[in-house]
């Protein structure tokens, strides 16, 4: 680039320093000028860098459009989960105490039903005390219904007879009890309110015993007798038909 001479104006040869016209030496202009030059170069640089980042920005927009799609699709599914499981466990929590609702209103059906006094206080009482106390009256009903039993049968069955017997004769069993187990195979004591103390048994031979006993003057004796579901009739039925019992061998 050539320049001017500043002392006389002449025109100087590019890259000449020295005047040829008044011997002056030219000022170092073109380094301001390569510096000036070397400024607008590092903007041009800047301006051209700052164009390749754009262009950079503008390549990878779509890029990064996407990830952040991709990221807020995620973060939708997510928060849609997390509602779905939350919507879940709510309808759980409401079928439970649907549940648990439905389980006391049954039990609240089975409860007994309560009737209201007419005392005018609008008081209700309950069903529930009336029936235990029913079952209470039943069950000590029944238990005092064996237990009389029970010690009837036992009365009875430590009962004797005083049979006349010959000289010759004489009783195995001392008592009902004792005869009634040497003389038949098997056998139970009863009793009934209606028929009083029975006993029956069987045989060796297979015949069936209905024995009923009663008490006459004093003494327990048996006044029905049935065998094989047919009643004997006797004149003295404890002499013929009670007393081979208590003479029959002795069982272990």
Not at 1 to 10: E, H, P, R, V
Not at 98 to 111: P, S, T, V
Not at 180 to 208: A, C, I, L, P, Q
Not at 212 to 240: C, P, Q, T, W
Request: aromatic share 10%; charged share 25%; proline share 2%.
């Amino acid at each position: 680039m050539s320049q001017i001479c500043k002392n006389c104006g002449a025109l100087l040869a590019d890259g000449e320093r020295l005047c040829t016209n008044c011997g002056k030496v030219a000022p170092k202009e073109r380094r301001q000028v390569a510096r000036s030059e070397n400024q607008f170069s590092a903007i041009n640089q800047g301006m051209y860098e700052n164009k390749q980042l754009t262009d950079v920005k503008r390549q990878f927009s779509p890029m990064m459009s996407a990830t952040n799609g991709t990221l807020s699709k995620e973060r939708e599914r997510s928060a849609k989960e997390t509602a779905h499981k939350a919507e879940k466990a709510r309808r759980m929590a409401k079928a439970r105490n649907l549940a648990n609702n439905n389980f006391e209103a049954q039990a609240a059906g089975l409860r007994p039903t309560e009737i209201e006094t007419t005392s005018g206080n609008e008081k209700k009482s309950s069903l529930h005390p009336i029936v235990n106390k029913i079952a209470w009256i039943i069950a000590g009903i029944i238990f005092l219904y064996f237990t009389i039993g029970g010690i009837v049968i036992l009365i009875y069955k430590n009962s004797t007879y005083d049979f006349e017997l010959a000289s010759s004769k004489q009783l195995v069993a001392e008592d009902y009890g004792e005869a009634m187990h040497n003389y038949f195979e098997s056998g139970w004591w009863h009793f009934r309110f209606t028929k009083g103390v029975y006993y029956v048994g069987t045989t060796k031979d297979g015949d069936k015993y209905e024995i009923y006993f009663s008490k006459h003057g004093g003494k327990r004796v048996v006044d029905e007798l049935y065998i094989n579901g047919e009643r004997i009739e006797a004149d003295d039925l404890m002499k013929s038909r009670i007393m081979p019992m208590f003479m029959a061998d002795e069982k272990p």
